[in-house]
Structure formats: C-alpha cells, structure tokens
C-alpha cells in the first residue's frame, strides 16, 4: 500500500506539473499571438486607410476623413485618372514601367559581368575595386544628383529623356548587385568550373553553362530589388524630368495630385494603390518561381 501511495502521489505532482506547463504554454501563445496582431494592425493600417480613401469620394474626405461611410465608396477617383487630360497617369505609368524595366535590365547585366571579375577572376587589386564599388553604393543619392545633373549637361544629354533616368538610375543600382551577387559566384565551388576547363570549355562557356545557372536566384532577387528601386524613385526624377508627359509615377503623383496647399487625397491614394500593383505582382507571383527554382537548385546537385 506505501508503493501505491507513493506512486499516486507521484502521478499527482507530475499532474500538476503538466498543468502548469500548460498554462504557462497557452499565456505563452496568447502573448505570441497578441503581438502579432498588433504588429499586422499597425503595418497594415496605412496600406488600408490608403485603400479605403482611394474608394471615397472628395466630398466625403473634407466633410470628415475618418467618418467612413458605405454610401460615399465609389470609383470616381480611379474614373478620374483615366479621363482626366491634364492628369495622365497612364502615361505615367508606362514611363515608369518603361524606366524601371530597361534599367533593371541593363543594371543586372552589367553588374553580373562585374560581380562574375570580383567573385570569380584573381588579379592584383580585386580586392580594393569590390570595396569602392561597395562605398560607391553607400553615398547618399542627395549628395550624386547634382554632380549627375551636372555630367549629363556636359554630356548633352537631354534632360526630359527616360535614358537620362535610365542612365541615372544604373548608378546606384550596378555597385550593389555587382557587390551581392559577387558572393554568390564566391560560393559556387571552384572544381565545377576547374573540371569544365579540363574538358575543354572556354572561360565565357564555363561562367555560361556553370556558374550562371547556379546563380539565376541571386540575380531573379536583384532584379526584383533593381525593379523596386527604380519603380519608387523620385529625386531623380525630379532633378532630370520638368515636362508632366515625362514623369514616372512617383514624380507625376506628388508635383500634381495638389495645388499649393491643397492636395487631392483620393487621387493621390488611388494612383499610390495603382503605382503600387507591378510591385505587390512581382513580390506575391513571380517570388513563387523564384523560391521553387531555389529548392530545385539545392536538391539537384
């Protein structure tokens, strides 16, 4: 009977035991998933607000802007960005689209060929030129936009041109995918590429047929990143394009959507959500092929 006893108070002490874990595992959860709505409230509100004021008619947002009403939804913002002749935001939009993709382009191929000489080629002073083109990325664009203004003059180039943004734009795009993607071709191994050279295969066929099928995430990645950059920039927009049938979505939105002191604010929420949608595409569709060609490179080799 002492056995028993003993056994039952055993079972006892681990019964309460396993309560307490419990509970401190639900507080737990609970505290976790108090957190995470807070944290989805607070990044999600802009973009809803956002949303809801690009739906609300004029009269609606300066009787009350946070009086929100079913009634007052409507299209009437997005009508007016489509018809409105002194406001073309579509035209805005293919100048951006335009600008973004041509750049992003040029910008991973010549940042792959400078990422290839840093990651892959030895020579006397590699070291030195990864680490200025590193710096060349971190100054700030407020401090390259005038001497750019200044070089683009001199160039003769024309200031209302998109390969003047396009031009620009390769500036602070090149040093960083050259910089980042130059890790990826210094993790690629060496006897891949040594073992094509022993077969025969030529330098540019072995950075062809090798290393750039190893390295297409890393630059699906930078290409995205590049496209991001280039879609959202003003300031150099702004410093380069004064006729409004040459503005990118960015400059077109905030020299337009106001008049002195008096802004649009549901056309300026409509074409932000507009302006937004290339990127929300990119990032919510083309990232799935992007992850799946990660997992089918890694369990490949």
């Known amino acids: 009977m002492t056995a028993i006893n003993k056994a039952d108070q055993r079972l006892t002490q681990?019964?309460?035991?396993?309560?307490?874990?419990g509970a401190y595992i639900n507080v737990r959860n609970l505290v976790l998933g108090a957190s995470l709505l807070f944290f989805l409230l607070f990044t999600l509100f802009p973009v809803l607000w956002m949303v809801l004021t690009s739906f609300r008619e004029d009269a609606a947002i300066d009787r009350d802007p946070f009086d929100i009403r079913l009634q007052d939804l409507s299209l009437q913002q997005y009508t007016r960005l489509f018809t409105d002749p002194y406001f073309?935001?579509?035209?805005?939009?293919?100048?951006?689209?335009i600008v973004s993709t041509v750049s992003s382009v040029i910008a991973i191929v010549v940042?792959?060929?400078?990422?290839?000489?840093?990651?892959?080629?030895?020579?006397?002073?590699?070291?030195?030129?990864?680490?200025?083109?590193?710096?060349?990325?971190?100054?700030?664009?407020?401090?390259?936009?005038?001497p750019l203004r200044v070089l683009a003059a001199r160039l003769s180039l024309p200031s209302n041109s998109l390969w003047v943004l396009?031009?620009?734009y390769l500036s602070f795009m090149v040093p960083f995918i050259a910089?980042?993607?130059?890790?990826?071709?210094q993790g690629i191994p060496i006897e891949l590429v040594e073992a094509a050279r022993i077969d025969g295969a030529s330098r540019l066929r072995a950075m062809v047929e090798?290393?750039?099928?190893?390295?297409?995430?890393?630059?699906?990645?930078?290409?995205?990143?590049?496209f991001t950059l280039a879609w959202g920039e003003y300031m150099y927009a702004l410093t380069f394009m004064s006729q409004k049938l040459m503005y990118t979505v960015p400059l077109g939105m905030v020299n337009e959507a106001h008049v002195g002191d008096l802004y649009y604010w549901g056309k300026l929420m409509a074409g932000a959500v507009l302006g937004s949608v290339p990127v929300v595409i990119i990032y919510s569709f083309l990232m799935d092929f992007y992850l799946s060609g990660m997992t089918a490179g890694a369990v490949k080799g």
Do not use: C, E, H, Q
């Open 166 to 168: 396009v031009l620009t």
């Open 210 to 226: 090798i290393d750039m099928p190893l390295v297409l995430p890393g630059v699906v990645s930078m290409f995205f990143f590049a």
């Open 88 to 97: 073309p935001f579509p035209r805005w939009m293919l100048n951006s689209a």
């Open 14 to 21: 681990f019964g309460g035991f396993r309560r307490r874990v």
């Open 111 to 146: 940042g792959g060929i400078a990422a290839y000489s840093l990651g892959r080629l030895k020579y006397k002073g590699g070291a030195f030129i990864g680490l200025t083109i590193f710096a060349t990325y971190l100054l700030p664009p407020v401090l390259l936009f005038i």
């Open 179 to 185: 910089w980042t993607l130059s890790s990826y071709f």
